[in-house]
């Protein structure tokens, strides 16, 4: 009986019958700046990750993209926080003269920019906020204006895509048309369609100084149980004009990040959250993983479940392993 032979003899013969290659392209740079460092302050619960000042940040994206990166995202911490996000969208915030830095550096690098306005509201949420009692309601049609003007300002800034993270509705359609009627219709927007109220998202908190001062993300962010309604909310931004759509966390949401991909064919960003990050950095300081394996399998695993695009901490080691 003749039986067909698997392709594991060797690493060549593996290698040519590989489905899934991953390229320094797929990846993107998270990186934060902040008006309160005049250097580089380690995120403790992120080895390896650092507040940067406006003045190291366009070094940091020059070094990711003589690394071979094409594209960063930029996270943006105020010196001062109010209660309509005004740094946010100020002609000379962070983020805004963080773009023109590193614009004037790299004027080829894809600059991304969050657009949200939790680091810059005193109250640590995504959204103008309303009390009533012991509750308190996100209002969303006074954010989406916050959002219009966060966005623009990014956009006559440098920043070649932006990124609505908050998850109110409408934003998508609100910033298209706002972008378009200002001249900017070549500013591409990557919507976060998928964003589930994760536990996976404490360290991030930390590097953005975000945590919200009371309650929770609960009520605009995803339940974390829910598929269908996933589907649903990245078809709203599809139809609002969404370029590329984002699902986050990464490896907990692989079947809605393949589900995306098939349904839409749009193309698609997983973001591995700073929990993820965190726990594969804990292994590896106990000597449990070997960190290049480990991360190397992991983003194989995000592109082969469907990501055009990989949001990653790892993304400048990715691009010195890969070379090897």
Not at 59 to 78: C, K
Not at 274 to 279: D, F, I, Q, R, W
Request: proline content about 4%; hydrophobic content about 45%.
């Amino acid at each position: 009986m003749h039986r067909p032979r698997r392709l594991r003899r060797s690493p060549a013969l593996r290698n040519l019958a590989r489905e899934t290659h991953l390229s320094v392209h797929d990846f993107v740079l998270p990186l934060f700046v902040s008006e309160k460092v005049q250097q580089r302050r380690p995120i403790a619960s992120m080895p390896g990750v650092f507040q940067l000042s406006a003045k190291e940040v366009a070094d940091e994206a020059r070094a990711a993209q003589d690394l071979g990166l094409q594209a960063i995202l930029l996270f943006g911490i105020p010196e001062q926080k109010d209660e309509q996000a005004s740094g946010a969208y100020a002609e000379d915030g962070i983020v805004q003269k963080a773009l023109r830095a590193i614009k004037s550096k790299c004027p080829d690098l894809v600059t991304i920019t969050d657009v949200c306005l939790c680091e810059y509201m005193s109250h640590g949420h995504c959204g103008v906020t309303r009390i009533d009692g012991d509750h308190f309601h996100v209002l969303n049609d006074e954010t989406v204006e916050l959002l219009v003007k966060t966005a623009l300002s990014h956009a006559a800034a440098g920043a070649d895509i932006v990124a609505p993270s908050d998850m109110m509705d409408g934003r998508v359609g609100a910033i298209r048309e706002a972008l378009d009627e200002r001249g900017f219709d070549q500013t591409s927007i990557m919507s976060y369609a998928a964003k589930f109220a994760s536990a996976f998202y404490g360290p991030f908190r930390e590097a953005a100084e975000s945590p919200p001062q009371f309650g929770d993300r609960r009520s605009y962010q995803m339940d974390f149980a829910n598929a269908n309604e996933a589907l649903r909310e990245v078809a709203l931004d599809v139809d609002e004009g969404a370029d590329i759509v984002m699902v986050k966390p990464a490896l907990p949401y692989m079947d809605i990040l393949w589900r995306v991909r098939e349904r839409f064919r749009k193309p698609t960003a997983v973001y591995h959250v700073s929990g993820e990050y965190a726990m594969v950095k804990s292994a590896v300081e106990k000597g449990f993983l070997n960190e290049r394996d480990a991360v190397i399998e992991i983003m194989t695993a995000l592109k082969r479940a469907g990501a055009d695009i990989i949001v990653t901490y790892w993304a400048r080691e990715l691009a010195r392993w890969l070379r090897e």
